[in-house]
Nanobody
Framework: QVQLVESGGGLVQAGGSMRLSCARSESTFLTYAMGWFRQTAGKEREFVAVVSGGGGRTYYADSVQGRFTIARDRAKNTVHLQMDNLTPADTAVYYC???????????????????WGQGTQVTVSS
């Protein structure tokens, strides 16, 4: 069974940076687009960013465009989310996910993904 394991969450001050990582447990990593979503209590899961299977294409939510960068590390079967200039509005549980076969680019809906990590908390203090 494929597993996604996130790491890198924690507490950071506004204006700071943080990098999240997501490791996929199998070697078909490059077949799948990988995305990041976030969720706060009482709200629906929100799209953040997605990177294509080969890593050549990326797509971001307007709210993070220019501040966040998604990238793949092929050698380590890992995808990273570099988050810069963080604000308290970025506080959430962040989830990585791999896309559902058949979903079309750019995948940005939770329904476009069928394998999810356990989530990692990111808290940005003001």
């Amino acid at each position: 069974q494929v597993q996604l394991v996130e790491s890198g969450g924690g507490l950071v001050q506004a204006g700071g940076s943080m990098r999240l990582s997501c490791a996929r447990s199998e070697s078909t990593f490059l077949t799948y687009a990988m995305g990041w979503f976030r969720q706060t209590a009482g709200k629906e899961r929100e799209f953040v960013a997605v990177v294509s299977g080969g890593g050549g294409r990326t797509y971001y939510a307007d709210s993070v465009q220019g501040r966040f960068t998604i990238a793949r590390d092929r050698a380590k079967n890992t995808v990273h989310l570099q988050m810069d200039n963080l604000t308290p509005a970025d506080t959430a549980v962040y989830y990585c996910a791999s896309h559902r076969l058949g979903a079309t680019w750019p995948m940005s809906r939770p329904a476009d993904f069928d394998t999810w990590g356990q989530g990692t908390q990111v808290t940005v203090s003001s």
